[in-house]
């Protein structure tokens, strides 16, 4: 039985290229597996799968009576709802250690690093296995993606190590001509749905006992977002209403190094505490360029 390799929910291209190396890099070590996702490709995702003649992994969203290889997660509320009747095998990841746990020992390679393409890479070179040419141009927008083309404080050396390495393989020159036109496909906004904007790159968290949303939009001019604005601002709040106690978005501009956080929540406060500056409705956060290192623990902290 092959086990199935997946990612988060509303999968961004990390998500989808990781399963993707992961299912080759498994299967080349004797472990059959086959790449799926719980959700579509994103339209970046969709660039980096046409440019380098990858397929998008089929959409599941049951994994029970499966063995499954998490990676870029570890957190049951980014996990299919059906995890616990599954058999995890292995967890690849660069987050915080979430809230999984298993019946049994498991291969785990969880790095402080800025994307989990990085850490595949280096479990390639670890096992000895030679990268796909396809596949390493993958993990090399991956990591471009994940690191904001180096510009978010996730970035390590690791990380630049591991970009020049996939540049070679892949045949790429320019890694920051293909950051740049990675995000021009990411920041094109007009026509698409509100709601879909939203949940392009978002996840839920548990922050002490509270259901807390965040999402980020990445696009190379914030202005490009002043229309969409006012929809943006009516689904997080439908987002909200769903069972949660906050939800925020993060309007980040690659070239401001900033990001404007739209907010709505049982207790504005948080933000106060979190980050200093009081706002109702929204505030402006300069140099908050990733929600994992910059967001994730400063909201924790709040909630406590």
């Given at each position: 039985?092959?086990?199935?390799?997946?990612?988060?929910?509303?999968?961004?291209?990390?998500?989808?290229?990781?399963?993707?190396?992961?299912?080759?890099?498994?299967?080349?070590?004797?472990?059959?597996?086959?790449?799926?996702?719980?959700?579509?490709?994103?339209?970046?995702?969709?660039?980096?799968?046409?440019?380098?003649?990858?397929?998008?992994?089929?959409?599941?969203?049951?994994?029970?009576?499966?063995?499954?290889?998490?990676?870029?997660?570890?957190?049951l509320?980014?996990?299919?709802?059906?995890?616990?009747?599954?058999?995890?095998?292995?967890?690849?990841?660069?987050?915080?250690?979430?809230?999984?746990?298993?019946?049994?020992?498991?291969?785990?390679?969880?790095?402080?690093?800025?994307?989990?393409?990085?850490?595949?890479?280096?479990?390639?070179?670890?096992?000895?296995?030679e990268?796909p040419?396809?596949?390493?141009g993958?993990?090399?927008?991956?990591?471009?993606?994940?690191?904001?083309?180096?510009k978010?404080?996730?970035?390590?050396?690791d990380?630049?190590?591991?970009?020049?390495?996939?540049?070679?393989i892949?045949?790429?020159?320019?890694?920051?001509?293909?950051?740049?036109?990675?995000?021009?496909v990411?920041?094109?906004?007009?026509?698409?749905?509100?709601?879909?904007?939203?949940?392009?790159?978002?996840?839920?968290?548990?922050?002490?006992?509270?259901?807390?949303?965040?999402?980020?939009?990445?696009?190379i001019?914030?202005?490009?977002?002043?229309?969409?604005?006012?929809?943006?601002?009516?689904?997080?709040?439908?987002?909200?209403?769903?069972?949660?106690?906050?939800?925020?978005?993060?309007?980040t501009?690659?070239?401001?190094?900033?990001?404007?956080?739209?907010?709505?929540?049982?207790?504005?406060?948080?933000v106060?505490?979190?980050?200093?500056?009081?706002?109702?409705?929204?505030?402006?956060?300069?140099r908050?360029?990733?929600?994992?290192?910059?967001?994730?623990?400063?909201?924790?902290?709040?909630?406590k």
């Open positions: 039985m092959s086990a199935l390799v997946l990612g988060h929910k509303n999968p961004d291209t990390d998500s989808i290229i990781s399963a993707i190396a992961a299912a080759d890099l498994m299967s080349k070590r004797g472990i059959p597996s086959t790449a799926v996702a719980q959700g579509k490709p994103t339209p970046e995702t969709e660039f980096v799968l046409n440019k380098f003649g990858l397929k998008a992994p089929e959409v599941v969203s049951s994994v029970a009576g499966k063995k499954v290889v998490l990676v870029d997660y570890s957190d509320a980014q996990a299919p709802a059906d995890l616990k009747d599954a058999e995890i095998i292995a967890v690849i990841d660069h987050h915080k250690l979430g809230d999984i746990t298993t019946s049994s020992p498991l291969l785990m390679w969880v790095w402080p690093v800025g994307c989990t393409g990085t850490v595949i890479k280096h479990m390639y070179d670890y096992y000895g296995i990268i040419k396809n596949i390493a993958g993990l090399l927008c991956a990591i471009l993606s994940d690191t904001v083309i180096f978010s404080p996730t970035t390590t050396e990380d630049k190590k591991a970009v020049d390495g996939l540049m070679k892949a045949g790429v020159k320019d890694y920051k001509e293909l950051g740049m036109d990675m995000f021009k990411k920041s094109a906004v007009d026509g698409v749905p509100a709601k879909d904007l939203v949940f392009r790159d978002y996840k839920d968290f548990d922050m002490n006992g509270k259901k807390v949303g965040i999402g980020q939009l990445e696009v001019d914030i202005k490009m977002l002043d229309k969409c604005k006012p929809d943006l601002v009516a689904e997080i709040a439908k987002a909200k209403a769903d069972g949660r106690h906050s939800v925020f978005l993060l309007l501009d690659i070239m401001q190094e900033g990001s404007e956080m739209l907010i709505c929540s049982d207790d504005p406060s948080v106060e505490k979190a980050f200093g500056v009081k706002g109702d409705k929204s505030v402006w956060l300069p908050v360029m990733s929600r994992k290192k910059d967001v994730v623990p400063k909201f924790e902290a709040a909630f």
